[in-house]
């Protein structure tokens, strides 16, 4: 039995820290061995703080051993896209405009992570400004997945998805604006949860589409992502969007069974086109969910291009106002696919925005009417499973808009209706390369999502096999 202990879960490391079966230092200590072996291959990390994490590492032994627990996440050596502001961290957002911007405040999300333990094993690469689904970042250098080196990740929480599945953090804040959490869970073999907007505070997380943007997890677990949810969920005075109200026991949803819950599959669209290795998983997938005890039941669902169409467009007009000062004054300081993207927003008129932002209430009407009959739907995060990073570097191409959006085609519909979706590792290639199913269900529902995800995961182990380092 290998008791190395990175190799653990997040819930299960946090445990046996607090029983002081491992020490702080000795699963710090884990995970900085392992970025070492992996960082000069996969360049997951933007920036490595060792010495501090050893440091924060002791001084959390230190306090548990006079009966000092800070909480549930005591002791546990955590990395993030370097989207999250840390006060007195360099936050570079993976870009070169911010290359030096140093945080004077503490993202909220963030600060509940460390208010439960976590301590900070450094920051994670990233798609510039969140605004790629590849992982491709043309100042940095492309993220790679661990599971075959020359493929991408996804993103645009690029780094963050490799480094879960090299399992070198325990888990990784993500975030999702057309998918990027879902795409590098997909691509890279790990759990990932977009959650509703509203549920997580987004107040000191880099913006990129203020109507789209959402926060979530990335890790080896549904049942982490359980964990992680529920410490990180509720009203937030600095985030008017977050919503108040009681917080789920996610923890122990994820622990029911799901005997007589109806899970709906498409009939249309997310099942078009799919790669047949992709087509073979979902159906492989919705076996299990057979035999589990659920009813598979067929939904047909309101025309999903136009969604997909429209999160489009959101997205596009709500980056470019963000960075419309940095377009003016620093064009230069962009890598070409963002600018391009960027300044395709500006050519986007008023009237159109405003048309796609009313058209969102009946949208989400009719979607809710299509799915009323089941607990949640179940679909791929997308058509295909990794390509290489070669193949999907569109640079300044004509065709980077194609591209992006085969890659993006099965998530951006769930952010313009800004409900909840969850990634699971579902199989893998005959090629080796993991392939993930998206469970979505109703708005604030995250708890039926973890719960059926947490079901397939008792008895399927595609979370649990680990990248062979070379």
């Not at 997380?205 to 549904?222: E, H, K, N, W």
């Not at 109200?245 to 799919?274: C, H, N, Q, S």
Request: hydrophobic share 45%; proline share 6%.
């Amino acid at each position: 039995m290998n008791t190395e202990p990175a190799l653990m879960s997040l819930t299960s490391v946090a445990k046996a820290i607090a029983e002081k079966r491992i020490s702080s230092r000795e699963a710090t200590q884990s995970c900085l061995d392992r970025i070492a072996q992996w960082q000069p291959r996969l360049n997951a990390f933007m920036a490595i703080e060792a010495e501090a994490a050893l440091a924060a590492a002791d001084a959390a032994d230190a306090a548990l051993a006079k009966g000092n627990q800070r909480g549930v996440l005591h002791g546990v050596p955590l990395a993030h896209k370097d989207m999250y502001y840390d006060a007195g961290k360099v936050v570079t957002c993976g870009s070169k405009i911010r290359r030096d911007f140093v945080a004077t405040t503490t993202s909220t999300a963030l600060q509940r992570l460390k208010d439960a333990g976590s301590i900070r094993l450094g920051s994670l690469q990233m798609a510039e400004f969140a605004y790629g689904p590849t992982g491709h970042n043309s100042h940095y250098g492309p993220v790679h997945n661990p599971w075959a080196i020359d493929h991408i990740t996804g993103g645009s929480s690029s780094g963050s998805g490799s480094a879960v599945a090299a399992r070198l953090t325990f888990a990784a804040l993500g975030s999702d604006t057309g998918g990027s959490i879902r795409m590098p869970a997909h691509f890279c073999g790990v759990t990932g949860l977009k959650t509703t907007y509203g549920r997580i505070s987004r107040a000191g997380a880099m913006p990129l589409s203020q109507s789209l943007d959402t926060i979530g997890p990335l890790a080896r677990t549904v049942e982490d992502c359980a964990l992680l949810l529920g410490l990180m969920a509720g009203a937030d005075p600095e985030d008017p969007t977050a919503i108040a109200g009681p917080v789920p026991d996610y923890m122990a949803a994820a622990r029911e069974p799901i005997k007589g819950l109806t899970i709906g599959v498409p009939t249309a669209f997310y099942v078009d086109d799919l790669d047949p290795e992709v087509a073979r998983i979902l159906d492989e997938t919705v076996a299990v969910l057979k035999r589990e005890g659920a009813d598979i039941v067929q939904v047909e669902l309101p025309d999903q291009r136009q969604l997909t169409a429209a999160c489009q467009l959101v997205l596009a007009v709500e980056a470019a106002a963000f960075h419309k000062r940095w377009l003016i004054e620093r064009p230069q300081d962009y890598g070409p696919q963002v600018l391009m993207r960027l300044q395709n927003g500006l050519a986007i008129p008023g009237v159109t925005y405003l048309e796609t932002m009313r058209w969102r209430g009946p949208a989400l009407a009719a979607h809710l009417a299509a799915v009323a009959s089941v607990d949640a739907v179940i679909a791929p995060v997308a058509p295909v499973a990794a390509p290489t990073i070669a193949e999907s570097d569109v640079g300044n191409s004509p065709d980077a808009e194609s591209v992006i959006q085969r890659l993006t085609r099965f998530t951006r519909p769930i952010n313009y209706l800004g409900l909840p979706s969850l990634s699971i590792p579902a199989g893998f290639t005959r090629g080796g390369l993991p392939v993930g199913m998206q469970l979505t269900g109703g708005a604030f529902d995250e708890a039926m999502l973890l719960r059926i995800g947490a079901a397939l995961q008792r008895v399927t182990d595609f979370h649990e096999r680990v990248p062979k380092s070379a």
